[in-house]
């Protein structure tokens, strides 16, 4: 079945950067768009952006642009982000989530906390 | 940006009853709305995509209508596990925007 693992929790440092990563199985990961979106604690959800693993086009969220990176690796069938220049408006939980638009499957979340 | 507007904020059911979610696009969206369940320290799970079709393995209970700016996420048959957060969420228009989420709880 499809499966999307993410990476652990981060707690790092102010103006610190980090890369969250998305492992995926049971689906054609190569010919498929993965979303990345953001959740404060009891807010709503945010979306940042998304990539076709074909050929690593990308679409972002204005707000998002210069925050975020997403890139993909094929061979393993994973996903990333890079968050860059950290503050503590960044500490939140993030999900990837295949699709475009309307998504089927998402991960698990990873909590990112911003803190000295 | 679509603003999306959800109604209501946070309601209770009893075991049994039918009950529905409101979404208003600040402009039309085509029919590309998806309604999404979250409960608490999970991941948003899928319920209904272009507005009316069900995801596969979610009950039949659950059903979604709607047309150009308005749509509605119907529960009929309240049941303990549909407590959770409830999002609409519009895949039209760049950049892609959620509902603000209605709390369901069971009366």
């Known amino acids: 079945q499809v499966k999307l693992q993410q990476s652990g929790a981060e707690l790092v440092k102010p103006g610190a950067s980090v890369k969250l990563s998305c492992k995926t199985s049971?689906?054609?990961?190569?010919?498929?768009?993965m979303s990345w979106f953001k959740q404060i604690p009891g807010q709503s959800i945010e979306w940042i952006g998304m990539i076709y693993a074909g050929d690593g086009g990308t679409g972002y969220n204005q707000k998002f642009k210069g925050k975020a990176t997403l890139t993909v690796d094929t061979s393993s069938s994973t996903a990333y982000m890079d968050l860059s220049s950290l503050t503590t408006e960044d500490s939140a939980v993030y999900f990837c989530a295949r699709g475009m638009g309307i998504t089927y499957y998402w991960g698990q979340g990873v909590m990112v906390t911003v803190s000295s | 940006d679509i603003q999306m507007t959800q109604s209501p904020h946070s309601l209770s059911a009893s075991l049994g009853e039918t009950v529905s979610i409101e979404c208003l696009a600040s402009e039309g969206i085509s029919n590309y709305l998806a309604w999404y369940q979250q409960k608490p320290g999970k991941s948003p799970q899928l319920l209904i995509y272009y507005a009316s079709s069900l995801q596969d393995g979610v009950p039949s209970r659950f059903s979604g209508s709607g047309s150009g700016t308005q749509y509605s996420l119907k529960i009929s048959n309240m049941q303990p596990e549909d407590e959770g957060v409830y999002y609409c969420?519009?895949?039209?228009?760049?950049?892609?925007?959620f509902g603000a989420g209605t709390k369901l709880e069971l009366k």
């Open positions: 969420q519009q895949g039209y228009k760049y950049p892609y925007t």
């Open positions: 049971g689906y054609t990961f190569s010919t498929s768009y």
